[in-house]
């Protein structure tokens, strides 16, 4: 399990959200996630529940759907 802190899993929501939307994201925070999610690092945790799950997707389909 992965485990981040509320501002890691902010970043991470918000990059995913970029890099599914075809949006602009920054390099850093690229960098930032994959240095929290590399195996050396997997002592930081914050659980990714299915409610966080659901709101996620929720909320990239709601912004698919506004740009179409």
Do not use: G, H
């Not at 918000?14 to 590399?38: F, G, P, Q």
Request: one cysteine or more; proline letters at 3%.
């Amino acid at each position: 399990m992965i485990v981040l802190t509320d501002e890691q899993a902010i970043v991470v929501n918000r990059l995913l959200t970029s890099i599914l939307l075809n949006e602009a994201y920054r390099i850093s925070d690229v960098e930032d996630a994959l240095m929290w999610i590399s195996p050396e690092n997997r002592q930081i945790l914050c659980p990714f529940d299915s409610l966080w799950s659901k709101n996620l997707a929720q909320e990239i389909v709601r912004l698919m759907n506004q740009q179409s």
